[in-house]
């Protein structure tokens, strides 16, 4: 029987009154031949298990090394050291499974580097900042389904496997059971995909937006919560090719509703996680300002991880237009020393160094950015009057650039075609999605959130491949 053990956290919160206890977890370390530093991953926080001098035979006190799990019978009590408040006596203790100290890769005691964990990826929950990062992912999932649920909406399930490109461009992961080596052609020599399994080219998704309107338009808002795929072969600290976003889409909805969601739900987010994982962030925080130690003063970030994020849940984020964004950046101290590796000028895409100019030095907080030039956006994006720019907002935060991209969505069916057409999207393959705009259509909009952005905000980490279980990135699937 398995289920009397009582999980780390719970005993550590729980008043010692000698009473008998089962705990079960793997050694985090052992000293004096006594002192077992025990974890089972319910926290940071280690139980000290007290193995009494003489009491157990050699061969069983050799077997309890780093790595090693053990399930203990013993009393909870008062601790008599330092740095805990409770204890357990051990009466009885089992090696479940004994760990190689010669052989076992994570060696506690040299902290090892983000790096060298990233190639013991199986083996990196076992640390203290991987724990961290994982339960604090978990309850940001959590928060996401208890923010949209208590707002009405519906999770929606998109498909993973899709014939359609929401963007237009791209970077897709193909699916397909043709054999590689004989593929069937057509005469004019490209592949025939009516041969394929589903008698058509497919993908994986990049985004579940296109279905997520077609279930907007009828139950008013919805959300996706599902992994996204990017065959973008930018081996960047912000990308991965295998990531899951969060895209919600409401009927009778503008660019202005849209932001002002986009912002509550970030600090929801923000909220749930400091009030139900203080410790993890805590611990942390103190990472993160040990690593900023080793930077030079002026890279330095002004605020700890903790206050960065009570600032977002006490500050309106900034909203300001694409065209002022280029004004304030042509007028940068920045761009008149030529320090942007990139061209300024109206029209072009926001690089990351010009997001993260304004967040963290101009404006020192998260800004929207509104109204960007409608050849660097999406054909569905709602067109504005000027017929240059679109009613599409990003959200920037500091330290990551991109967060959030949304828009109001194109409702005019007229317009829609027009710009389907100038962009070269294949309009009658689309008829599924404009029938959207033939019959009862309305004004919609939504937004997707990178969630492994997100997380790199909340945990302070700074490279993607570190917030995610198993990074997908171009050359790199293992596990
Ligand atoms: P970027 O310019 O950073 O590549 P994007 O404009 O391609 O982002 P969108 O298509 O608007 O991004 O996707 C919505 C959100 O998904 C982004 O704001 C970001 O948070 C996240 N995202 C996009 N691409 C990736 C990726 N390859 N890995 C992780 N998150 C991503
Ligand atoms: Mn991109």
Redesign the pocket.
Same mark, same amino acid.
């Given at each position: 029987m398995f289920n009397t053990r009582v999980k780390v956290a719970a005993l550590l919160a729980t008043t010692p009154d000698n009473q008998e206890v089962t705990v079960m977890g793997w050694v985090r370390s052992f000293r004096n031949n006594q002192f077992i530093a025990l974890n089972d991953g319910s926290t940071n926080n280690n139980l000290q298990v007290v193995a009494e001098l003489g009491a157990y035979d050699e061969d069983l006190l050799k077997k309890i090394t780093p790595g090693a799990s053990l399930k203990v019978t013993g009393r909870l009590i008062a601790s008599l050291g330092k740095g805990q408040a409770v204890e357990v006596k051990a009466a009885t203790i089992e090696i479940l499974g004994e760990c190689n100290p010669d052989t076992y890769p994570l060696q506690l005691k040299n902290r090892p580097s983000l790096e060298y964990l990233r190639e013991i990826a199986h083996l990196r929950f076992r640390t203290n900042t991987f724990g961290a990062i994982f339960r604090v992912r978990h309850a940001l999932a959590f928060a996401t389904h208890q923010f949209f649920n208590e707002k009405g909406f519906l999770y929606l399930h998109t498909p993973i496997i899709t014939a359609s490109d929401a963007?237009g461009a791209g970077e897709m992961f193909r699916v397909s059971t043709l054999p590689f080596d004989h593929t069937p052609r057509k005469e004019d020599g490209t592949i025939d995909f009516s041969e394929d399994f589903f008698g058509r080219a497919s993908n994986l998704t990049v985004?579940g937006q296109l279905e997520g309107e077609l279930g907007a338009t009828a139950l008013s808002e919805i959300y996706t919560f599902g992994p996204t795929f990017?065959a =973008?072969n930018s081996n960047t600290a $912000?990308?991965?090719a295998e990531?899951w976003?969060i895209e919600p889409e409401m009927a009778f909805c503008d660019l202005e509703d849209n932001m002002n969601l986009a912002e509550a739900f970030i600090r929801y987010l923000i909220q749930y996680v400091m009030d139900h994982n203080r410790e993890d962030l805590e611990f942390l925080a103190q990472r993160l300002a040990e690593e900023e130690k080793q930077r030079p003063q002026a890279e330095r970030s002004e605020l700890g991880l903790i206050e960065k994020l009570e600032f977002v849940l006490t500050n309106q984020f900034q909203r300001i237009t694409y065209t002022q964004a280029i004004d304030i950046l042509l007028e940068s101290p920045a761009y008149k020393k030529k320090k942007f590796q990139y061209e300024v000028k109206w029209g072009i895409d926001l690089q990351s160094e010009h997001e993260r100019y304004l967040v963290e030095k101009h404006f020192k907080k998260p800004v929207i950015v509104t109204g960007y030039p409608k050849d660097i956006k999406a054909f569905y994006m709602r067109q504005n009057d000027d017929g240059k720019t679109v009613a599409a907002m990003d959200i920037l935060v500091p330290g990551i #650039? =991109? +967060?959030?991209?949304g828009s109001q969505r194109e409702e005019r069916l007229d317009r829609l075609q027009a710009r389907m057409q100038e962009m070269h999207i294949p309009v009658e393959e689309m008829w599924w999605y404009l029938d959207t705009r033939r019959f009862g259509t309305v004004p919609h909009a939504g937004f997707?959130? #990178?969630f =492994? $952005?997100m997380m790199l905000f909340v945990t302070g980490m700074t490279n +993607?491949r570190d917030v995610i279980a198993f990074p997908r990135t171009p050359k790199s699937a293992e596990f």
């Open positions: 963007e985004s990017r =973008e $912000r990308h991965l990531f976003m #650039g =991109e +967060i959030v991209g997707g959130l #990178g =492994e $952005r +993607i």
